[in-house]
Structures are given as structure tokens and as C-alpha cells.
């Protein structure tokens, strides 16, 4: 599966939109792009999945570049419950799940 | 909402013991993981199960380790002679699919706290 790059931490304010990018510049095909998130130990939680659109669900939306390189998650109105480290993941159907080190994301009042 | 269950929710053993950690995962999930996570550092996968069999496993997931579906309902992972390193949260995750959208999504559990003194 591609290597993702993030940034190792963010803040951002509350109820204000957080927007959290991801590089995966080697990405191919047949790989999809998912973000999961780990509250403080929890185990990690899905929150989106896509492969070249663009796609929005009641947690967040996640956009996708034309050439899949890149893409951002947004989280629309944060709330200090959204404090939590952001995984992307690039993964093929069927592969495991590779974690990096994620961002870390601080949400302020 | 289904939920995978995990229990105990911190495990403490001594050095040598063995362990079972135990996972309930959602009913109609066939396909079957375990990762686990030394405090401070990335989550990593150690096992996947599918139809009574091991699909894939890691390097960390050697001859200490082993995984069972005991009955229709549980999944376990035992460690045969805890090490101070296996010190960690494990998780354990199913999904419905392996290939299929969205039913490919693996939801974790709330994990296990293993402590090894």
C-alpha cells in the first residue's frame, strides 16, 4: 500500500471548520484513500473512505485531488470531542490496515 | 449501533503467564483482525482471520502467539508466554467483506490493556 505523509500536529478552533491534509503521491489504481481516528488510546474509528471524488458523510467530508495524490479530510464545525489523532490511510480492498503516525489534532475553545 | 466488544478491558499478568484477550465482533462480520499498539507508538497489525484460518499475519505474530474462533460468537488471541514487551493496547476489528465497499471497513473495538510485570 502507498505511503502517506501528514503533518504531525494541528490546532484549530472550536466550531470552526478543521481542514487536515494527506499526501500519498505514490498512490495507484486500485487504492482507496480511508481516514480513521483514535481518541486518546480508544480504538481507532472509520470516518470516511474514497477513491477520486469527493466524498461527505454526517462525520466529515473528504476531498480527493484530481490526480489522487493528495487529499484533505474536513471536519465542518469542530468540537473539543474532535480531539484526537487523524490517520490517513492509502489501502488496496482486502489489505490490512497500515497506520502512520497521523496528525495529531487539538481542538481549542 | 453493532460494536465490537472487547474484553477484559485491562489484562495485568506476570512475565512467563499466559493470556487470552477476548473479542466479540459484530454478528454478521466474517473477516477477523487483531493490531495492537506499545503506548506511545503506531498502531500495528498482527493477524487477520478468515473462515477458521489465519489470512495473513505479521512478523511480530510468531509461534507465542495464536488466534481462535472458539465458538460463532468470540475471536481470541492468546500469548503463550508473556514477554515485558508485549506490553500494549490490542485491538481487535472485523469487517463484513474483504473486498467489497463499504462492507470492507474494518471497525475496532475499544481494546485491551495489557500490562506484563
Known amino acids: 500500500d502507498a505511503k502517506t505523509t501528514q503533518p504531525p500536529s494541528m490546532d484549530c478552533a472550536e466550531g470552526r471548520a478543521a481542514n487536515l491534509p494527506c499526501n500519498h503521491s505514490t498512490i495507484s489504481g486500485n487504492e482507496y484513500v480511508y481516514w480513521y481516528r483514535q481518541i486518546h488510546s480508544q480504538g481507532p474509528q472509520y470516518i470516511i473512505h474514497?477513491?477520486?471524488n469527493n466524498e461527505t458523510n454526517e462525520m466529515a467530508s473528504l476531498i480527493i485531488t484530481e490526480d489522487r495524490k493528495s487529499s484533505t479530510l474536513i471536519l465542518p464545525h469542530a468540537t473539543l470531542r474532535d480531539t484526537a489523532v487523524y490517520y490517513c490511510i492509502v489501502r488496496a480492498a482486502g489489505n490490512k490496515l497500515t497506520f502512520g503516525g497521523g496528525t495529531r489534532v487539538l481542538v481549542k475553545p | 449501533e453493532p460494536e465490537v466488544t472487547q474484553t477484559p478491558s485491562h489484562q495485568v499478568t506476570q512475565m512467563g503467564q499466559e493470556v487470552i484477550l477476548r473479542c466479540v465482533p459484530i454478528s454478521n462480520h466474517l473477516y477477523f483482525y487483531w493490531y495492537r499498539q506499545i503506548l506511545g507508538q503506531k498502531v500495528e497489525f498482527l493477524v487477520s482471520f478468515y473462515n477458521n484460518e489465519i489470512s495473513e499475519k505479521s512478523e511480530i505474530f510468531d509461534d507465542q502467539f495464536s488466534v481462535e474462533r472458539p465458538d460463532g460468537s468470540n475471536f481470541t488471541l492468546k500469548i503463550r508466554s508473556t514477554k515485558l514487551e508485549d506490553s500494549a493496547m490490542y485491538f481487535c476489528a472485523s469487517s463484513e467483506s474483504l473486498a467489497l465497499l463499504p462492507k470492507n471497513i474494518q471497525y475496532f473495538g475499544a481494546g485491551t490493556r495489557l500490562s506484563v510485570l
Open positions: 474514497g477513491l477520486k
